[in-house]
C-alpha cells in the first residue's frame, strides 16, 4: 500500500483541520493506521491510531479529547479531524500504516523505525 496525506495548512490557535490520508491499493482494510506527528527540531511521536475495523482507537495524551480519528475502509482513507488546536500542535503530520500488528494500542507503543508504510507528511502550523 501507498499513502498520500493531505489537508495541512495554517490555522489560528483554537482552529480546527481535518487531515485525510488516502491508501492505493485493494488491502487497507488489513492496515490498522496511523497518526504521527514531527515538530522542528523534535522527534517524530505518536498522535493517534485505529483499527481495522475502526471499532478500536488509541490516542497520545496531549491530543486526546481534541482529535478524533476514523476511517471509511471503502474509500481507502484514514482521517484526522482535529479541534481546538494549540500552538504546540504544529508539525509535519504523517499517516503510517502496519498489517503487522492486531490492535490501534500496538501501533501507540511499537518503535516507529519498524513501521511498515510511511506516507510523505502535511504541514500544520497553529498560529498565536
Known amino acids: 500500500v501507498q499513502l498520500q496525506a493531505f489537508g495541512g495548512g495554517l490555522v489560528q490557535a483554537g482552529g480546527s483541520l481535518r487531515l485525510s490520508c488516502s491508501a492505493s491499493?485493494?488491502?487497507?482494510?488489513?492496515?490498522?493506521m496511523g497518526w504521527f506527528r514531527q515538530a522542528p527540531g523534535k522527534e517524530r511521536e505518536f498522535a493517534a491510531a485505529?483499527?481495522?475495523?475502526?471499532?478500536?482507537?488509541n490516542y497520545a495524551d496531549s491530543v486526546k479529547g481534541r482529535f478524533t480519528i476514523s476511517r471509511d475502509n471503502a474509500k481507502n482513507t484514514v482521517y484526522l479531524q482535529m479541534n481546538s488546536l494549540k500552538p504546540e500542535d504544529t508539525a509535519d503530520y504523517y499517516c503510517?500504516?502496519?498489517?503487522?500488528?492486531?490492535?490501534?494500542?500496538?501501533?501507540?507503543?511499537?518503535?516507529?523505525?519498524?513501521?511498515?508504510?510511511w506516507g510523505q507528511g502535511t504541514q500544520v502550523t497553529v498560529s498565536q
Open positions: 503510517a500504516a502496519d498489517s503487522r500488528i492486531a490492535t490501534s494500542q500496538a501501533m501507540g507503543v511499537m518503535d516507529r523505525r519498524y513501521l511498515e508504510v
Open positions: 491499493g485493494r488491502t487497507f482494510g488489513s492496515y490498522v
Open positions: 485505529i483499527s481495522r475495523s475502526g471499532r478500536g482507537t
